[in-house]
């Protein structure tokens, strides 16, 4: 198969993963990559957001390369052979002679280009919808063991992606529901099922944090036409750039005349239908529905093979899509060309080093910052830091693993934007200020879990409410280092008051909170005059730090 690729191919190939290998190397990380390079620290079978396969991406790249190339390596590998099977899909006989059309056309998709060499979950998931696919074209023309265990592993490999890959599986099946009643299809789900066994267990190990977070706590907002609906419709253009139109013109004409264009057609309308209508509820980012740039490719590609204004169009204006996005690839590693643009790879260095000078070996926790503390690590070699996430920001990694213990009792730099007597300050080019304190001795209990059983509460209820706090550490918890409070949030779980309570222990000899132990205790809710009240949540200032996030959100009536 691979033999039949013309050399030209292959020389076009070769110089965008060169390319790709280039921009890893000069391109200082973005927030989610440190994220994702702090999961690989610590493999596990998955992680707050997201499945494990980006992790384990940037785990083999740092086996080959340190710094930048460390994290992307796997990244650009994996890209240029994603190109190779989009080829691959492609059964036009005349596309030898279109090669240069067909990277235009790939390199000019501006997040399909950005994935070249990112390390984000859409890496993966983009690679194996098109392993996935690809097996998909030649199961569907002649069954085999082989191809229902490939399809099996490739339906496993993209839900270790990203939980979006469902969309991927569904709208294929949807397309075909003849394999409902296929004894091979029935076994690549067994065997998916089977390699995806290990996350599942994670999940119910860590009582499905994962899901529960992006279905049910998952901060929103009220409905904006402009930001959510509208937005999703920017986003579909903003994947293809000036060369939309044509994409999806090409999707229009594209019939399902056999089943693998059919599921093809499937995919991209089923996306975008379920992303529509999503955006009545919330905002969708561009990268939600990149799925939809692997099926379009094809569709795109066989169109502009016949239909000459097509080919040429997309040829023209992919190249100067191919133009802007190589300045604004040069404008990544060297801000001046994006003029007063500053974006998340711009400055990391110098201040991570800023505070790392102030800082000295001391651990550094970082307030609401999941993305400043692996960042500061990463450039800094691996220093010990800790997001400490309070009431107004969001769990994440660093709420279920064990990186408070690390810093849990030591003397300690922390840095916040709530801090007013700060002892040192670093502002940077963008304007972001970063202000720092020490403190000694430093002592943080954010694992400690405050449960109130489902119930009706009425906000105006006098009624005493049963609160059980649970003490996750090995230590007992003197009860007079703690304060507890009620935050009170919004229908869409944006806090509005935090206001102080003092729970009455069950037990009224009740000093501490007792090692590996739930302690019981029952309060009423605070008055409070701000009004639109959709939730409330329990949270505990220990030390006085600020207020965590101890309670899950519980509805008002």
């Known amino acids: 198969m691979l033999t039949k690729i013309p050399k030209q191919f292959y020389f076009f190939l070769a110089a965008l993963f060169i390319l790709n290998l280039i921009q890893s190397n000069f391109t200082q990380l973005i927030f989610d990559e440190a994220y994702y390079w702090y999961y690989s620290q610590n493999m596990a079978w998955g992680y707050f957001d997201h499945p494990p396969m980006v992790a384990l991406m940037v785990k083999i790249s740092s086996l080959f390369f340190d ?5 992307r390596f796997v990244s650009c590998l994996l890209s240029s052979i994603n190109i190779v099977l989009l080829w691959l899909m492609i059964d036009h006989p005349k596309k ?4 240069a059309h067909f990277f235009v056309l790939v390199f000019s998709m501006t997040l399909l280009n950005a994935y ?8 993966p998931l983009l690679f194996f919808t098109s392993c996935f696919l690809l097996t998909y074209k030649h199961f569907i023309k002649k069954e085999s063991l082989v191809l229902a265990l490939l399809l099996g592993i490739f339906m496993a490999a993209l839900m270790y992606s990203k939980y979006h890959a469902v969309l991927v599986i569904f709208f294929v099946l949807l397309s075909n529901l003849k394999l409902t009643t296929n004894s091979y299809a029935w076994l690549a789900v067994i065997i998916a099922l089977f390699c995806y066994a290990p996350h599942f267990y994670w999940l119910y190990d860590n009582d499905f944090v994962s899901i529960k977070y992006h279905l049910y706590e998952r901060p929103n907002g009220a409905y904006s036409f402009e930001k959510y609906t509208l937005g999703f419709f920017v986003n579909l253009v903003a994947v293809f750039g000036l060369t939309f139109p044509f994409i999806y013109k090409a999707l229009l004409k594209t019939k399902g005349t056999d089943l693998f264009n059919k599921a093809l057609i499937y995919l991209t309308y089923g996306v975008i239908l379920f992303f529509f209508i999503s955006s009545f509820n919330r905002r969708i980012q561009t990268q939600w529905i990149i799925i939809i740039c692997i099926p379009l490719a094809v569709i795109a590609f066989n169109y ?3 239909n000459k204004q097509a080919l040429k169009w997309i040829f023209r204006l992919g190249l100067i899509n191919v133009i802007l996005i190589s300045y604004l690839r040069v404008g990544l590693v060297h801000q001046p060309l994006l003029f007063n643009f500053y974006y ?11 505070i790392k ?7 550094v926790v970082f307030e609401n910052s999941y993305r400043n503390a692996p960042m500061y690590s990463f450039y800094t070699n691996g220093s010990p830091t800790f997001s400490l996430n309070n009431y107004m920001y969001r769990k994440n990694q660093y709420s279920i693993d064990d990186s408070e213990e690390m810093v849990r009792g030591n003397d300690i730099t922390y840095v916040s934007k709530y801090i007013n007597d700060f002892s040192f300050s670093y502002q940077r080019e963008d304007g972001g200020l970063y202000k720092g304190k020490f403190i000694s001795n430093f002592q943080s209990y954010r694992k400690v879990e405050c449960i109130i ?3 009706e509460i009425s906000l105006n209820s006098d009624s005493a409410i049963e609160l059980f706090v649970h003490n996750p550490y090995d230590q007992s918890i003197d009860l007079q280092n703690l304060r507890f409070g009620i935050t009170y949030m919004d229908p869409y779980k944006t806090p509005i008051q935090t206001l102080g309570i003092k729970p009455t222990p069950l037990n009224q000899n009740t000093q501490k909170l007792k090692a590996k132990d739930t302690t019981a205790f029952k309060f009423s ?5 701000k009004e639109n009240i959709g939730y409330f949540r329990v949270v505990i200032s220990e030390n006085n730090l600020i207020f965590g996030l101890n309670g899950k959100p519980i509805p008002i009536n």
Not at 96 to 99: G, H, K, L, T
Request: glycine letters at 10%; hydrophobic letters at 35%.
């Open 96 to 99: 030898n002679d279109y090669i």
């Open 67 to 71: 710094g930048e190339l460390g994290v």
């Open 357 to 363: 000078k102030e800082a000295g070996n001391k651990p």
């Open 525 to 529: 809710l605070p008055k409070t005059q």
């Open 116 to 123: 070249g060499f990112f390390t984000l979950p859409d890496t």
């Open 453 to 455: 059983e489902e119930q």
């Open 344 to 354: 998340e790879s711009h400055g990391n260095i110098a201040w991570a080093n800023a």
């Open 304 to 306: 502009m093979m016949n």
